[in-house]
């Protein structure tokens, strides 16, 4: 088997998962011709473990034990650190590149599941949503539990923290937004989880309430467990909510946080297609470069054509403004009707005036006219 890199891609490196009497083992094959991935591969898995809370219970080659004895994946070691450590101790062999077994120990995994984990490991990561993207919407919307006999109600969000009222609580409880953010993490890594105190503590109820009201979840009442259907950005997601507003609401935050996790590809930071500076990416915006509303259905499942990555400093408001476009020859272009006050909005403009935008290419060039043509201040209509 071949793992996948974000972008769907293969890592061009063959694996296997091979149940043992109460572990499962990890193989690698070496680097040849045929693998030429090796590397890349081995530190994908090993982060892709890492996530799944993998204990390391011990690593060899087909001729040296790599001295690896209980080591918990991103809590010991970080995972880049593990591969540097595992094929240093294969290069006193004079190849750091050989046949690798790891044997493992995986929460929530046993023997029997190593296709399923294998599978999982191979398949690229889907990001998880902002929390606060999926809270917000919900202010004031009963959420049932899992098992419907109680209901939750956001009543509001301080200090980090989302209000719940219960039946028990009427006035509400705080749970902190990170344990909010920790619980969707897990749903999107592993694709299950069980709800119950031991995974989520005495707040199991409320998390496994908004994790079962998410677009694209199903639940199970014995054992309580929320699944998150495998759906991809442009899939639909048909969940209801108490209210039609708050339903799409969440919805195009969903896909919203789909859209920029494609765009960034796993980076943690990126450049503005405007500005050109780099941000972090909770300061970037998956930019629709022709407005979502008037994009077809086969536009918005163009995916890698129809947005850009733009930063929250400014960039992605002008340009759904219209106060800024791209020309067909790729360049950024201001308003003539834009008042040049001084201070920041016009240094920004003045910044923007004439340079490159890094998402224009022959594929983007039908969105960005339509923008000329709709959204810009002082673009001639099309005839």
């Not at 209000?163 to 009427?170: D, F, I, L, R």
């Not at 409880?173 to 989520?200: I, K, M, N, Y």
């Not at 507003?245 to 919805?251: G, N, R, S």
């Not at 201070?343 to 960005?368: K, M, N, Q, V």
């Amino acid at each position: 088997m071949r793992a996948k890199r974000s972008d769907g891609s293969d890592l061009i490196a063959e694996f296997t998962i091979t149940p043992g009497d109460d572990t499962l083992t990890l193989v690698i094959d070496p680097a040849e011709p045929d693998n030429p991935d090796y590397i890349e591969a081995l530190t994908t898995l090993l982060r892709r473990l890492a996530v799944r809370r993998a204990v390391i219970t011990a690593a060899a080659t087909d001729t040296k034990d790599l001295g690896v004895e209980h080591l918990v994946l991103g809590a010991d070691a970080e995972p880049e650190k593990v591969r540097m450590r595992l094929t240093r101790e294969q290069s006193t062999t004079g190849d750091n590149r050989q046949r690798m077994r790891l044997t493992l120990a995986v929460p929530g995994y046993t023997p029997a599941d190593a296709d399923r984990l294998a599978a999982d490991l191979a398949a690229p990561p889907r990001t998880a949503p902002d929390a606060m993207d999926v809270l917000t919407p919900l202010l004031g919307v009963e959420l049932p539990t899992i098992s419907r006999r109680a209901v939750n109600r956001i009543v509001g969000f301080a200090n980090g923290a989302v209000t719940v009222a219960t039946g028990k609580s009427p006035a509400g409880e705080r749970v902190p937004v990170a344990w909010v953010q920790d619980a969707l993490d897990l749903l999107w890594h592993r694709g299950t989880v069980r709800v119950s105190v031991e995974q989520f503590g005495h707040d199991s109820s409320f998390l496994g309430a908004l994790l079962s009201a998410l677009p694209g979840t199903t639940t199970h009442d014995t054992p309580p467990t929320v699944t998150l259907a495998k759906t991809t950005p442009d899939s639909p997601r048909e969940k209801t909510f108490a209210t039609l507003d708050q339903m799409t609401l969440v919805k195009y935050r969903l896909e919203q946080g789909d859209l920029r996790a494609h765009l960034l590809n796993g980076r943690a930071h990126a450049d503005c297609a405007l500005c050109g500076h780099v941000f972090p990416k909770r300061l970037l915006v998956a930019a629709h470069i022709k407005q979502r509303s008037e994009c077809t259905d086969t536009e918005r499942r163009d995916l890698a054509n129809v947005a850009m990555l733009a930063c929250a400093f400014g960039c992605d408001a002008l340009y759904e403004l219209g106060l800024v476009t791209v020309t067909p020859d790729g360049l950024l272009r201001i308003a003539d009707t834009v008042d040049h006050i001084p201070g920041r909005f016009a240094e920004h403009l003045t910044l923007l005036a004439g340079r490159r935008c890094t998402a224009h290419r022959p594929e983007t060039e039908p969105y960005f006219a339509w923008h000329r043509d709709h959204r810009f201040a002082s673009w001639p209509t099309a005839s």
